[in-house]
Antibody, heavy 113, light 107 residues
Framework: QVQLVESGGGLVKPGGSLRLSCAAS????????MSWIRQAPGQGLEFVSH????????NYADSVKGRFTISRDNAKNSLYLQMNSLRADDTAVYYC??????WGQGTLVTVAS | ENVLTQSPGTLSLSPGERATLSCRAS??????LAWYQQKPGQAPRLLIS???RRATGIPDRFSGSGSGTDFTLTISRLEPEDSAVYYC?????????FGQGTRVDIK
């Protein structure tokens, strides 16, 4: 069955960096658009970034543009999110997600001093 | 940005009743629409993709319909475990966007 497993979250100070990873299994990862979605505590779902199967179509939310970078390695069935210049309002659970295959369980990122 | 508006904000219904949730897009997305169910403390669960295709393992009491700008999620016979927040998401136009959610309460 489809499995998406995120890792790399944690506590980081404002201005710091983190790299999230997502390991995919149970489907042909290289065929699908993948995305990162986040959910701040008590809030709704917010699109962060998406990447097409061949990495040719990439999009970012305005709130993260210039600070976050999405990437993927189809040989490793993995998706990544490099997050730099982190701010308190980036605090959220970050999900690796496909709108056609499903979502992971999420990894918590907390930005605080 | 393609704004998704979900209605109603909250639905309070009894077990066995039918729930109809609406999602309206500000611009056409053909059928690039997904529906998710989220329970407290859990990740969103994919229910419907491509506006009407049930995801693996989703009971057939959940169905999706619509195209263009107007979409509907129907839960034909509510069960107590259907109590959750339901979100729609469009992935036809960048940036992808979500509706604000509809809370379904089971009386």
């Amino acid at each position: 069955q489809v499995q998406l497993v995120e890792s790399g979250g944690g506590l980081v100070k404002p201005g710091g960096s983190l790299r999230l990873s997502c390991a995919a299994s149970g489907f042909r990862f290289s065929d699908y658009y993948m995305s990162w979605i986040r959910q701040a505590p008590g809030q709704g779902l917010e699109f962060v970034s998406h990447m097409s199967s061949r990495s040719t179509d990439i999009n970012y939310a305005d709130s993260v543009k210039g600070r976050f970078t999405i990437s993927r390695d189809n040989a490793k069935n993995s998706l990544y999110l490099q997050m730099n210049s982190l701010r308190a309002d980036d605090t959220a659970v970050y999900y690796c997600a496909s709108p056609t295959m499903g979502w992971g369980q999420g990894t918590l990122v907390t930005v605080a001093s | 940005e393609n704004v998704l508006t979900q209605s109603p904000g909250t639905l309070s219904l009894s077990p066995g009743e039918r729930a109809t949730l609406s999602c309206r897009a500000s611009h056409s997305i053909t059928t690039y629409l997904a529906w998710y169910q989220q329970k407290p403390g859990q990740a969103p669960r994919l229910l419907i993709s491509g506006a009407s295709r049930r995801a693996t393992g989703i009971p057939d009491r959940f169905s999706g319909s619509g195209s263009g700008t107007d979409f509907t999620l129907t839960i034909s016979r509510l069960e107590p475990e259907d109590s959750a927040v339901y979100y729609c998401q469009q992935h036809g136009v960048s940036p992808w966007t979500f509706g604000q959610g509809t809370r379904v309460d089971i009386k």
